[in-house]
């Protein structure tokens, strides 16, 4: 059961009604405080038969609004003996509703900024926080306990692997073209692994990009025509490469 507020202007939840007053939709000064007093208490007393827990939280609005109504309703009395009273420290109804409607209001606006917050920070995922390497200062020694002989040594050797690899292609080489057919080269895997099985890297261990191409590209074939077969003992362990059953070198090519 919900308590509707029935008016010209307006008709919805006295919360609705009082967030609504504040942003002058409904003039705070034309408030019409003994029809919505009346419609509330009679909501209250319905309350008491059903939920009565609930009916309490409409007290403190209700008492308000009978305070309000109460003035309302007595006669203003001009007497001369009054004539002196500070007219500035006698509380007006109209500004009483005014000051409630205000804090109301900030306390509604801080519950609906809280409910933004919690709906969108329940969309976050945070990443756990790790302790990350305190980068080096520009000006910190990168080679430190490094010697001369070290870097001169270092440089040797890394002649001496480029002179093994053969020297770099110039921009005015002309790189010669290589044809290896992959169906020689499957015959050469297959005779190879006649005599005994050999690792994956046994194979690829040719020193040549072209051959290395070839040679993985045969094993990719022979492989699925099931001319060979693999094993291997574990995760990131050798593979091991063998000769399937019941094949032969000669004319396989033509298969």
């Excluded at 504040?22 to 405080?33: A, G, K, L, S, T």
């Excluded at 009679?42 to 009916?55: D, F």
């Excluded at 297959?190 to 040549?208: I, N, P, Y």
Aim: net charge negative; with cysteine.
């Amino acid at each position: 059961m919900s308590y509707q507020v029935k008016l010209e202007s307006f008709e919805g939840p006295l919360d609705l009604l009082l967030h609504l007053t504040q942003r002058f939709e409904i003039d705070i000064y034309n408030i019409p405080v003994r029809e919505i007093t009346d419609q509330y208490m009679a909501y209250i007393h319905a309350m008491k038969t059903i939920e009565l827990n609930v009916a309490s939280e409409y007290l403190v609005m209700a008492a308000t609004l009978l305070e309000l109504k109460s003035k309302m309703l007595l006669p203003q009395v001009q007497d001369d003996a009054f004539d002196d009273w500070d007219e500035e420290e006698e509380e007006d109804p109209t500004a009483m509703l005014m000051e409630k409607l205000v804090l109301y209001k900030r306390y509604k606006e801080a519950a609906s900024r809280l409910r933004e917050c919690e709906a969108e920070h329940s969309r976050l995922f945070s990443r756990p926080c790790h302790s990350l390497p305190v980068p080096k200062a520009a000006n910190e020694e990168v080679l430190q306990n490094v010697s001369l002989y070290d870097l001169a040594e270092s440089l040797l050797k890394l002649q001496q692997k480029t002179r093994e690899q053969g020297e770099p292609a110039r921009p005015d080489t002309v790189i010669q073209r290589q044809d290896i057919p992959i169906e020689h080269k499957m015959t050469s895997i297959v005779q190879r692994l006649q005599r005994k099985r050999l690792s994956f890297a046994e194979l690829m261990d040719s020193g040549d990009r072209t051959q290395v191409v070839v040679t993985f590209l045969a094993v990719l074939e022979l492989l699925k025509t099931k001319k060979i077969g693999y094993r291997q003992g574990g995760n990131f362990s050798e593979i091991e490469l063998y000769l399937e059953h019941d094949v032969e070198t000669r004319g396989m090519i033509d298969e």
